[in-house]
């Protein structure tokens, strides 16, 4: 048709001896000895991380002669659950014999509250500091950063002292100031970043319209923090939920969390040792951050990575 | 300009994503020493087709060819091909002469051989004082002629540029583009250049491949594809401001065919169709700068109309006006612009036309 | 609400780093005495030990941590199957405690319950395998749990930065016929220093703070050939009831975290800097 594919159509003539041989269409997949060495490391990797926990659940099911009998590796002979209804209601710290439901009823009562009122605090820190600057936010932000990174070893006692002068050392309200105290730090940077985000001209035409500082923060800002939240809310809850040492100091024995009562079950015992006892206990501690993970999924991945963002 | 064979030859290429088909069926021959540019909207497929010639992406059906050498399963570096990328994608912790280096010395070659092709091509490319900077410490249009160094040491045969300038602003991009044809000039290599810059494709091809759903739609030398393009859809991507389409009707009245929308009849004794066409619905094509405007009478067509919008653009003004009910734009120098409801006449030759079918798009 | 919070840190590290130099037991007094608990802290056999223990544990871990993570992200990065399932199960053992991470691998390393007795039962008797019951494998045992719990963080961040990289640069890399560990070694992982470092700097602060991962897995032992400084302090606040000598080896678990902040902090300043020129 055209001066140029006629150029074309006699270049193809020119050479008629590459029609027609050599390699055509797409290049033949080896199933390459790399690819193999691949999924090789993976599933061994994946196995690593697995059977420690193949082994616990296994073993929770196993009654005791089972266990002494020592295959490690083997599914339960006679699958009972006696073990779990032990570990729930009857296993022993100590002297009671409560089992570890107690711990978990205490874990509730310390996680609730100091989830949602870090958030609730951190949420505003975030946003004031992101859109009212005030002088030295900077400064603060700073010193709220390394607050992020100090051992907790070296706030410990002056906190004992300080929450002991007001009475409200080894109590309820006591560990949950804690808690929400030191999520500050990371939550104020999460929310932070995140307000950062927004585009400022979102927050100058509120202002334009004339919203003040909570009207911005409730009728704007808020709503457009459920991603952040859920970060925040699975970052916290796992974390406040799996905190053995702040528990342990801060909580009192009445109010010991699931981890300290745990810990207790399993490292204390006198006689005996009931291992498919203290594993099933064991797995029922880790179950409620682990059920966050599997149904939150991404969202944990998110977590840790907004989260590992401080550094 | 040598053209003493091919050099880059397609044969029949088709690639697939999963039932997705994102080439059809492809030919193309690129001859010695030629500038192709694939030439199209953003997911046509021309970026696709790059990767495929570069070995960088494993095709579905076909056959690849680069200097008579069948490479349809070779690795990228077997081909002979260096290539430049929109994003530059430079060693960003190495300097500018260890970017130019890494992959010959990663090949072995000797080192006073590789000292001989940086010299040449920071020569070429004028990039000598840069040699010792980190891609950080350079300019926008430093670090893609850093990238064109890269595929110029590399000695090859074949220049793949995938967007290079689309990165650049408007000032720096006009200046690349020429040094782009100036060393086209000076290595006579053959080169495919991807983008979807008309005037790129414009300045810089010997032909141009126009692309769409992966299949190419034309390819021509460039005034051709701008005079006369294949279907409405290369009329409308190739020229801005864009070619004046008009839906109206074919028909033959006593032996001449006219171009006809309500009161509007255009002679058509003077268009070349490519076959006798049959009455009907057709879509009548003109370039606004092929519109005289206030220029008497003599021409072919001819017509009077009100203008509604001026839009000075420095160099020329572009008038908008109807014809035949339709909008249709006008360009005009500055020192003719009219006034807004002035009345005026424009005439044209419809020699200048395209004419496509309402139903296909195809030049009729 | 953000001043109670900078206020408890602030005035936390001031009251301990006050205290350190008294003679503070049970409770804490004001009677100065210098740095005489320094002296006594560093003539304590004990912190030394826990000393030696957490160089030797933050070495081991980070480093095998960031390679096995490194790794991992790589392989996670090659088109594979199954990516989801694979990331879920090395991530799934940071959503839980350190406490269960510890009791898991205890039980594990159990000579008489875990690996050992189990492949013995299997029949091969002369297997033996009981790192915890030797106070100098016990550690390594420590390394092993620590790796189990945190490389799948590690893998989580290096992926996103893998994943972040220019796809263009991958491409450049094969054009110019660079082999793929090649890239990976000398372009991308150079890239990628910012992932690096957040996932090093997490591993820093997991490794100072590592308490509750020592207590339910060695309790310290055996005798104290696991104890760390993060447990040391409690001991010496809890059960020995020494506060001055205590705030002293909380003072120096906060040195180290000075110098590495002080150190990213110029980096970042330096880094600001550049940019800024």
């Known amino acids: 048709m055209t001066a140029g594919q006629i150029t074309a159509t006699q270049l193809v003539q020119e050479a008629p001896d590459q029609a027609g041989v050599g390699p055509f269409g797409p290049k033949p997949r080896r199933v390459s000895a790399g690819r193999i060495g691949l999924y090789a490391f993976l599933i061994v990797a994946a196995l690593f991380f697995l059977i420690p926990v193949y082994i616990m659940i296994v073993t929770s099911l196993k009654g005791m002669p089972e266990i002494r009998l020592g295959h490690l590796f083997n599914l339960p002979g006679e699958p009972t659950f006696q073990p779990w209804i032990d570990a729930w209601l009857h296993a022993c710290t100590g002297r009671d014999c409560n089992g570890l439901s107690p711990g978990f009823y205490n874990s509730v009562k310390i996680t609730v509250p100091s989830v949602v009122i870090s958030i609730i605090c951190a949420s505003i820190n975030g946003y004031a500091l992101t859109f009212w600057p005030y002088k030295g936010a900077n400064l603060l932000f700073g010193l709220l950063v390394f607050g992020a990174f100090v051992p907790y070893q070296v706030v410990i006692y002056p906190l004992i002292i300080g929450l002991s002068s007001v009475g409200l050392f080894a109590s309820l309200p006591g560990i949950i100031i804690v808690h929400t105290i030191f999520g500050m730090p990371i939550l104020t940077l999460l929310f932070r970043n995140f307000y950062a985000a927004i585009p400022v001209e979102l927050f100058k035409a509120a202002r334009v319209d004339g919203a003040g500082f909570w009207r911005i923060f409730f009728y704007i800002m808020l709503p457009m923090s459920v991603p952040i939240t859920v970060v925040a809310v699975i970052l916290q809850v796992t974390g406040i939920w799996n905190d053995f040492l702040f528990g342990i100091v801060f909580a009192g024995r009445p109010n010991w969390p699931m981890t300290v009562q745990l810990n207790n079950i399993v490292n204390t015992t006198t006689g005996v040792r009931e291992y498919n006892v203290n594993m099933a206990a064991t797995i029922l501690t880790a179950a409620v951050p682990l059920l966050i993970y599997f149904i939150s999924g991404r969202w944990f991945v998110r977590g840790i990575a907004a989260g590992a963002v401080k550094g | ?364 | 609400m953000i001043l109670v919070a900078v206020g408890v840190f602030v005035i936390g590290i001031g009251f301990s780093v006050l205290w350190s130099f008294t003679s503070s037991k049970l409770f804490p007094t004001y009677d100065f005495v210098g740095l005489a608990q320094y002296r006594r802290l560093w003539a304590d056999s004990r912190w030394l030990v826990s000393v030696n223990n957490i160089w030797f544990f933050g070495l081991m871990s980070i480093t095998c941590n960031m390679v096995f993570g490194y790794l991992l992200a790589v392989f996670m990065d090659q088109r594979i199957r199954q990516e989801d399932l694979f990331r879920s199960i090395f991530l799934y053992p940071f959503a839980m405690s350190l406490i269960v991470t510890g009791l898991v691998w205890q039980w594990v390393l159990d000579p008489n319950l875990g690996l050992q007795a189990a492949l013995r039962n299997l029949g091969w008797s002369s297997f033996s395998f009981a790192p915890l019951v030797d106070a100098e494998t016990a550690i390594y045992a420590l390394v092993v749990a620590g790796i189990w719990q945190g490389s799948g963080v590690t893998m989580a961040i290096l992926l996103a930065g893998l994943r972040g990289i220019d796809e263009d640069i991958w491409k450049a890399a094969k054009v110019d016929g660079i082999p793929t560990w090649r890239t990976h070694l000398s372009i991308v992982a150079p890239m990628m220093k910012g992932a690096f470092a957040t996932a090093f700097v997490l591993q820093c602060v997991s490794v100072v703070r590592v308490y509750d991962l020592v207590i339910a897995m060695t309790g310290g032992g055996p005798g104290i050939a696991t104890s760390m400084p993060a447990v040391y302090v409690i001991q010496l606040i809890t059960v020995r009831q020494n506060v001055g000598q205590g705030m002293a080896a909380a003072t120096m678990m906060l040195l180290p975290v000075l110098v590495v902040l002080a150190f990213s902090g110029i980096l970042l300043w330096r880094r600001n800097r550049e940019v800024g020129v």
């Open chain 2, 1 to 364: 300009m040598t053209q003493n064979g091919t050099s880059v030859s397609i044969e029949d290429l088709s690639l697939n994503f999963g039932a997705v088909s994102v080439l059809q069926t492809l030919n193309l021959d690129v001859a010695e020493g030629e500038f192709i540019v694939l030439l199209g909207p953003s997911g046509c497929g021309k970026s696709t087709l790059l990767n495929c010639i570069a070995g960088l992406l494993d095709i579905s059906h076909g056959r690849i060819f680069i200097k008579g050498k069948n490479v349809t399963w070779e690795e990228p570096k077997d081909r002979g091909i260096g290539m430049v990328f929109q994003s530059y994608a430079l060693y960003p912790q190495m300097t500018v002469e260890k970017n130019l280096s890494f992959g010959l010395r990663v090949a072995g070659v000797p080192k006073d051989e590789i000292a001989r092709r940086i010299a040449r091509a920071a020569e070429i490319l004028q990039i000598e004082p840069l040699l010792q900077r980190k891609p950080s410490a350079l300019s926008g249009g430093q670090r893609q002629r850093v990238a064109i160094g890269r595929a110029l040491v590399r000695d090859v045969d074949v220049f793949l540029f995938d967007e290079p300038l689309s990165n650049l602003d408007a000032k720096l991009r006009a200046e690349l583009r020429v040094e782009i044809k100036l060393l086209h000039r000076k290595l006579e290599n053959t080169m495919i250049y991807v983008t979807h810059d008309q005037i790129e494709a414009m300045t810089l091809a010997d032909r141009i491949a126009v692309m769409k759903g992966g299949v190419i739609q034309q390819l021509d030398a460039p005034q051709t594809i701008y005079n006369r393009p294949v279907n409405r859809f290369v009329a409308g991507f190739l020229g801005s401001p864009a070619m004046n389409f008009i839906d109206g009707s074919l028909e033959k009245d006593k032996g001449d065919w006219h171009f006809v929308v309500e009161d509007v009849r255009i002679p058509l004794g003077t268009y070349a169709f490519e076959k006798e066409p049959t009455p009907g619905l057709a879509v009548f094509g003109m370039r606004p700068e092929h519109v005289a405007f206030n220029s008497g009478s003599g021409w072919p067509f001819s017509a009077t109309a009100n203008v509604e919008v001026v839009e000075p653009m420095g160099s020329d003004t572009l008038v908008w006006l109807k014809l035949g009910g339709q909008n249709f734009t006008v360009r005009v120098t500055s020192e003719r612009t009219p006034s807004n409801a002035d009345a005026v006449s424009i005439g044209f030759d419809p020699m200048r036309a395209s004419l496509f079918d309402a139903q296909t798009g195809n030049r009729l």
